[in-house]
């Protein structure tokens, strides 16, 4: 599962990068497989979990079945997204294996044991999340273009316009992390933040002052510092990925465990060391080895990429988490990162939008959960015949 996951998910952080030819294909692999590696052993353990999202009512399953229901939805999660990563699809990992849950909790308990509900915004995170994405990855880059690009002196404007936008990136970016990921209060995330991005903005309004003196081309200079921040932006979502989404594979590793080693169905899990560092590797194995197709797709064939383009891809992404999280808002940021490239294409006019890949990715986002559930309860159905449990 956690191979399925760095081959499928490291599109939300390098596609845009290896796109807009920040870095190549090799860099990007060796990158993330660093960073998601250090992300899940680092700070994996913060992000600890009620029993795979709450779908199933595990007061209506015996352990046993918790134990055997979880095995089911890890195979049949990974299988599924190890195909749509084979054909190129980006796919919501949190959503597999949320279907492969459904899926085993429909043939243990019935239409009952789920919690509807939740399922419901889930279903709703389907159209929330690409258009939370599109609508603010097409407002920033119109408002880059304008107070850039479309000036009388483009080179002048970097100078500020910049350090503005890339300072803000890193604002919104170290307030999700130390919010979502480490999980503390709203007031320490802000204060961290600013202070961060104060330092950040100098620093870089400093980088564009020395690099408008070398005379370039005024539209290369400034795509050139985009091309620095949108590395840098890259990096933070690849370990971010690595500390949040580990979840999704050592998750239900760790609840079988605990089920296992007490006999007993804990409300919450806190994924332990070993664990992290499986989902850690498996990440970086399945980075290193699959990440390359899912990678084209974001980053190439839904729109043509510039470092401008992807730096506002990766900003509205990191922008849409994190205000999504601190509504509670149900989000993807698979379907996040594919609204935001395709929400920077349409700022340039829907010709320059490959309608025709988008819309499988869409088809493949609406079948994902039904299939993983369909395997997910025929491999449970089969366990519960042969062992009968």
């Not at 009952?112 to 939740?118: E, F, L, Q, S, V």
């Not at 025709?356 to 869409?362: D, P, S």
């Amino acid at each position: 599962m956690a191979f399925s996951i760095g081959a499928n998910d490291v599109a939300n952080s390098m596609a845009t990068a290896v796109g807009a030819r920040a870095i190549t294909v090799r860099q990007a692999a060796f990158i993330a497989m660093f960073l998601e590696f250090l992300g899940a052993v680092m700070f994996g353990a913060h992000v600890s979990q009620t029993i795979v999202k709450g779908i199933v009512k595990v007061e209506m399953v015996q352990p046993v079945e918790l134990m055997y229901g979880a095995l089911s939805a890890l195979l049949a999660a990974s299988l599924w997204i190890l195909i749509a990563t084979n054909w190129g699809y980006p796919v919501s990992t949190t959503h597999s294996i949320v279907g492969g849950m459904i899926g085993f909790g429909l043939v243990a308990t019935g239409f009952t044991g789920i919690n509807w509900k939740t399922f419901f915004f889930i279903v709703l995170s389907w159209i929330i999340s690409p258009l939370l994405g599109g609508a603010l990855s097409f407002v920033i880059f119109k408002i880059i273009s304008l107070t850039i690009f479309h000036t009388k002196n483009p080179k002048k404007s970097s100078v500020f316009t910049v350090p503005f936008f890339i300072s803000l990136a890193v604002f919104t970016m170290i307030s999700l992390f130390i919010r979502k990921t480490l999980k503390q209060s709203l007031n320490e995330s802000i204060i961290l933040a600013i202070v961060s991005a104060a330092i950040v903005f100098f620093v870089v309004h400093a980088l564009v002052k020395k690099l408008i003196q070398k005379g370039k081309n005024e539209y290369d200079l400034v795509e050139d510092v985009f091309k620095r921040a949108q590395i840098l932006t890259s990096c933070y979502v690849s370990f971010s990925h690595g500390a949040n989404d580990v979840a999704n594979a050592a998750g239900p590793v760790a609840a079988v465990m605990i089920v296992a080693s007490t006999g007993v169905i804990p409300k919450t899990v806190e994924i332990p060391l070993l664990a992290l560092v499986l989902g850690g590797i498996g990440i970086s194995m399945g980075v290193y080895f699959m990440g390359q197709k899912v990678m084209e797709t974001v980053g190439e064939k839904i729109t043509t990429l510039t470092n401008s383009r992807g730096f506002t891809v990766d900003f509205s992404t990191a922008t849409t988490v994190l205000l999504a999280s601190s509504l509670g808002l149900p989000i993807s940021t698979t379907h996040v990162v594919v609204g935001a490239v395709t929400g920077v294409g349409l700022a340039r006019g829907l010709e320059v939008v490959n309608v025709g890949i988008l819309k499988n990715i869409i088809i493949s986002w609406f079948l994902i959960v039904p299939t993983v559930a369909a395997t997910s309860a025929g491999i449970y159905y089969v366990l519960k015949l042969v062992l009968k449990f």
